[in-house]
């Protein structure tokens, strides 16, 4: 059940009804019940994955938690157990096909024969997320902090719908908390609630769908651009997972504010971020904190020398990188993160020792070039995110860089773009976006800093009922998935 | 305050219900005001939306009651439309605002109304309800929902061609415009007992049960939401009308669609050799084709050049091909579901394979021509309607069509007077016409 689905426009209102007109202490059963409908009505079979895992956890958490508390030795033992197994389940549905495929190829250029080695594992939606709060819980609970003690919450913890599938990823002790907080029917979460709900649907059916189109025609034969037109590709794949992802991430805390929950922020305009660090701090904030406080920290953080705080950026973003996707172009884009983070440190610690240029780098314009610069790199980065074809993604950010050829290979001294016999929806989309796009930035940051929120109602009301006559509008014959779905 | 005080401020504060006073402010105006209808005369209407099916609800809720009912697609439309002006002095047009503004419009058959009146000595009142680009699906909807509605014809033409049957341009069954336009008349029951999907053969197959059921729920949903909120309903008249719009400001095609027709065009021009091309540009002052899919009101063209079958193309590389025989099979289901319908109803009903030109015949197999020329003959005999192919008894030649498939004026006085002729022959549907006073079911 797509969140942008008539199905999920059924299901979110009956739930939220029931919610609120059932006894309270019926609430979070009911709640839990619904995220399990929710995830079943994916695929009913992994149920019987997600279940025995929260189980697990839950009585894992316990157990260690005993040890903990009884400080018998055994706490790191229970720990990388609970750590181990949750990885193991990841790594078996994840990355089976994967590892099996890459040893295959090894062999194959090793042997120059063909094992013909192949599994096929289907994925569990949002495995990745539920299993990187089951490792939180274990870790938090390993530094001291109390284990939830009923299994209806924790289960609720682990697949609480709306943020089941993408995150963002939760932290337990504040969930925790809003879950044991008995909450009274307040007009105000729907006022908070519907007008993100609105505002991810239009971020994700009016603006990523739209651009998917634009970047599904140049990435899929990206020798045929030249270099101006792969840049333009770039951006609107740069934006298409912006407003793809925060637009999922709108309607899950809108959704999950109309039960009264509210849920961390996920984006902070990250393009707007001044270099790559900053860009980690704006962009999928969840995934970002997570990976600071348990590989990054646990492997020594940047408490020991220079070299060691490289490596632990390095491996850490090599392993995010991993956590996209079972690709080697996912790994890719991680490193390139890990190295563009390592740089970054490498130019702050040559400027403030040598001291050099201080005046600019101070100024407004370094301001300005730092965000163009970084926000052009993370674009380079996104090729490879998008592009599973390795060899294809190197190519085109060579052509990208070097900015040569100017124009298609296949047509000279012309931007294939703007072919005249291009379908009109290459030129609307291309202004719709610029639109939108200009006004989003305006909206983001009001929503950030609660400007929006004092707007006067009718005059935010009066903007979702435009988005929802656009959307209605403009909306699609078939629904397409959330790219963070498939992680 | 007293407590409905606070209530009112409080709900004056919400967003949630200022957006929904707002939506259904938004929808008394689509539903009282109907911005659209003062841009009916506009450029900016979609090809493919009310205009060309306007005419359905009109004549399905009104009091006319007429004799005959003609069914079928723009190849009924356009020689009916050539021989009435011809007939009434009326100077024909060729450009796009004639199709548009008449053409797709009409809803009579001035010419064959006169000559059948003559011939059967009485006055024969006939409702042309041929629709622009209308398939199979389409003719048993509107015939359906005529007789739903009370409409007692005496005898109902069913005009065919191959394309109403395999066009692979045209929408799924609940997609097209006709169905669109008589969604009001749509019940539930409907949504239920049609196929989903069933015009793509690939997507078709590919569907498994809880995706069906899903595109069921999604279609009760839209069917749901359109009954509750009419700017749903109508969502599809104001996108045309924005891209339109757009279109015409940034001089781009509509569609992929429309592009594709373009490209066609240019390629056919491309081949054309150069006398032809010189004859064309002596008879027709107004060639820029540029305008293809962006509704401009160009300058009347009153001259049609020689047949050059600009339309050949599109068929071959996209009409007919590649053929899809669970879009054809499904279309015949619904010619079967027609003159069953008029069966059980005992209205007569006289199946015309319309001429279409050799060039537009050679483009099928001639296997899969005769197969359907055949299951037309057998389907019509099997439900006692009448079979006719005027093709077979006159001679129409490639210079009297418009295009490969549009007979112009000359060939349209021909094929009415040889309609003529054989509705008169056939007693059955002589009886039938000549009938007055007679409730449907007494004879």
């Known amino acids: 059940m797509l969140f942008t689905s008539f199905q999920y426009l059924l299901f979110l209102p009956a739930v939220v009804l029931l919610y609120w007109i059932l006894p309270v202490k019926w609430r979070l059963p009911m709640l839990m019940v619904a995220s399990y409908f929710f995830y079943g009505s994916w695929i009913p079979a992994f149920l019987l994955l997600i279940i025995p895992m929260t189980l697990l956890n839950w009585l894992w958490g316990k157990v260690l938690y005993k040890s903990v508390s009884q400080n018998d030795g055994h706490k790191k033992l229970w720990l990388g157990l609970g750590i181990g197994a949750n990885l193991l389940c990841l790594g078996v549905f994840k990355y089976s096909n994967f590892m099996v495929s890459t040893v295959d190829s090894i062999l194959h250029l090793v042997t120059r024969h063909d094992p013909g080695w192949a599994v096929n594992v289907i994925l569990p939606l949002g495995i990745s997320f539920f299993t990187f709060e089951f490792i939180h819980y274990l870790f938090e609970i390993y530094r001291g902090n109390k284990p939830i003690d009923s299994f209806v919450l924790f289960a609720l913890f682990a697949a609480f719908f709306p943020t089941q599938i993408a995150g963002p990823i939760k932290r337990y002790p504040d969930f925790q908390a809003q879950m044991l907080t008995e909450k009274k029917l307040h007009l105000s979460y729907f006022d908070e609630g519907v007008p993100l709900i609105i505002i991810g649907m239009a971020k994700k059916l009016l603006l990523a769908d739209n651009l998917a189109v634009l970047v599904q025609m140049g990435l899929s034969d990206p020798t045929a651009y030249g270099a101006p037109e792969l840049w333009l590709f770039a951006y609107a794949f740069a934006f298409q997972i912006y407003f793809d992802f925060s637009g999922y991430t709108d309607i899950a805390r809108g959704s999950a504010m109309l039960f009264g929950y509210h849920i961390p922020i996920n984006f902070n305009m990250p393009y707007i971020a001044k270099n790559v660090s900053d860009f980690w701090h704006r962009w999928h904030i969840s995934l970002s904190s997570w990976l600071r406080d348990y590989p990054f920290i646990p492997l020594g953080g940047s408490r020991g020398s220079k070299w060691m705080t490289h490596r632990n950026l390095f491996l850490t973003m090599a392993l995010g990188g991993l956590w996209h996707g079972a690709s080697w172009n996912f790994v890719v884009w991680g490193v390139f993160h890990g190295l563009c983070l390592i740089v970054h440190r490498e130019f702050v610690e040559w400027r403030t020792q040598t001291q050099i240029l201080k005046e600019f780098f101070a100024s407004k314009v370094w301001n300005v070039l730092s965000i163009i610069i970084t926000f052009h790199a993370v674009c380079i980065g996104w090729v490879f995110f998008r592009m599973q074809n390795i060899g294809w993604a190197f190519g085109m950010v060579k052509k990208m860089v070097t900015m040569h050829p100017i124009y298609s290979p296949v047509e000279a001294h012309h931007f294939l773009v703007m072919k005249p016999d291009l379908p009109v929806v290459v030129p609307v989309v291309l202004i719709m976006v610029a639109a939108l796009l200009l006004q989003n930035f305006p909206v983001s940051a009001m929503n950030e800093n609660g400007t929006f929120k004092r707007l006067a109602a009718p005059l935010k009301a009066a903007f979702c009922s435009f988005l929802i006559l656009a959307m209605v509008t403009f909306l699609p014959d078939s629904a397409k998935p959330f790219i963070y779905f498939q992680f | ?443």
């Open chain 2, 1 to 443: 305050m007293n407590f409905f005080g606070k209530l009112l401020s409080r709900l004056n504060n919400s967003v949630t219900l200022w957006t929904l006073v707002m939506l259904v402010a938004v929808d008394l105006t689509v539903v009282y005001i109907n911005p659209l209808r003062y841009l009916n005369d506009s450029a900016y209407i979609g090809l493919n939306q009310n205009p060309v099916v306007s005419k359905l609800p009109e004549f399905i809720n009104s009091l006319r009651n007429p004799d005959m009912l003609i069914v079928g697609s723009s190849l009924v439309l356009v020689p009916a439309v050539r021989c009435d002006d011809a007939m009434n002095h009326i100077r024909t047009r060729y450009d796009g605002w004639y199709y548009r503004n008449r053409i797709q419009e009409y809803n009579r058959s001035e010419y064959l109304q006169k000559s059948l009146s003559r011939a059967l000595g009485q006055s024969v009142e006939i409702a042309n309800l041929g629709v622009v680009g209308s398939m199979m699906s389409d003719h048993y909807l509107i015939f359906k929902k005529a007789v739903a509605a009370g409409k007692t014809p005496k005898l109902v033409i069913c005009a065919v061609a191959p394309r109403d049957f395999m066009d692979n341009c045209r929408a799924e069954v609940e997609q097209t415009p006709t169905y669109k336009v008589l969604a009001d008349v749509t019940s539930i029951n409907d949504i239920l007992e049609s196929q989903s999907g069933s015009g793509n053969a690939t997507n078709n197959a590919s569907k498994n049960l809880p995706q069906k059921i899903a595109q069921k729920i999604d279609r009760l949903g839209d069917f749901a939401a359109s009954k509750i909120w009419h700017y749903f309903g109508s969502r599809g008249d104001y996108r045309d009308f924005l891209v339109a719009m757009t279109a015409t400001a940034t001089g781009r095609p509509m569609s992929l669609y429309m592009a594709n027709v373009m490209n066609e065009e240019k390629l056919a021009g491309k081949h054309k050799d150069k006398e032809e091309t010189q004859a064309q540009a002596a008879l027709d002052p107004d060639q820029d084709m540029g305008g293809v899919g962006v509704l401009t009101n160009s300058k009347p063209k009153y001259l049609h050049g020689p047949n050059v079958l600009s339309d050949i193309p599109l068929y071959k590389t996209r009409v007919y091909s590649p053929f899809n025989p669970v879009l054809y099979n499904q279309q015949m289901r619904y010619l079967e579901k027609l003159l069953a319908l008029a069966q059980t109803k005992q209205i007569p009903l006289l199946l015309v394979n319309m001429p279409i030109t050799d060039e537009n015949i050679s483009l099928l197999p001639k296997e899969r021509w005769q197969n359907y020329r055949k299951q037309l003959a057998d389907l019509a005999t099997n439900y006692g309607a009448t079979f006719i192919d005027p093709k077979e008894s006159a001679n129409y030649l490639t210079t009297d069509f418009e295009d490969s498939c549009h007979m112009d004026t000359k060939a349209g006085f021909k094929f009415y007077d040889q309609l003529v002729r054989d509705i008169v022959k056939n007693q059955a549907l002589n009886a039938s016409l000549c009938s007055r006073g007679q409730l449907i079911g007494q004879r």
